[in-house]
């Protein structure tokens, strides 16, 4: 099991840009296939971005195609989401997610994810 804790959200105007980071304690992060997910207020979690564990292959939702960036330093057990060209539809609580995989796979649904934080606001105003 690896914990983690994510922090960078906050408010925005439209347009704007905010860099989420998941910190990650207790195991081997280097090990763990990662992603981002969100919720918006009385919709269901919804996947947002995917990376291996070497950071080598990466996968993201349309929604944020070209404006979202996911990445990862190993050597700080850091993941990281950035975020540009924010729009109102953005708005959700952020969550990053963990699952143990020393190869190079990624995962695109919450039920492949064992281990979760504790989820950062993001509000982007229009």
């Known amino acids: 099991q690896v914990q983690l804790a994510e922090s960078g959200g906050g408010l925005v105007q439209a347009g704007g840009s905010l860099r989420l980071s998941c910190a990650a304690s207790?195991?081997?992060?280097?090990?763990?296939?990662m992603g981002w997910f969100r919720q918006a207020s009385g919709k269901e979690r919804e996947f947002v971005a995917a990376?291996?564990?070497?950071?080598?292959?990466?996968y993201y939702a349309d929604s944020v195609k070209g404006r979202f960036t996911i990445s990862r330093d190993n050597a700080k057990n850091t993941m990281f989401l950035q975020m540009n060209s924010l729009k109102p539809e953005d708005t959700a609580v952020y969550y990053c997610?963990?699952?143990?995989?020393?190869?190079?796979?990624?995962?695109?649904?919450?039920?492949?994810?064992?281990?979760w934080g504790q989820g950062t606001q993001v509000t982007v105003s229009s």
């Open positions: 990376i291996s564990w070497s950071g080598g292959r990466t």
């Open positions: 997610a963990a699952s143990y995989s020393p190869y190079s796979s990624i995962y695109v649904r919450a039920n492949e994810y064992p281990d």
């Open positions: 207790g195991r081997t992060f280097s090990s763990y296939a």
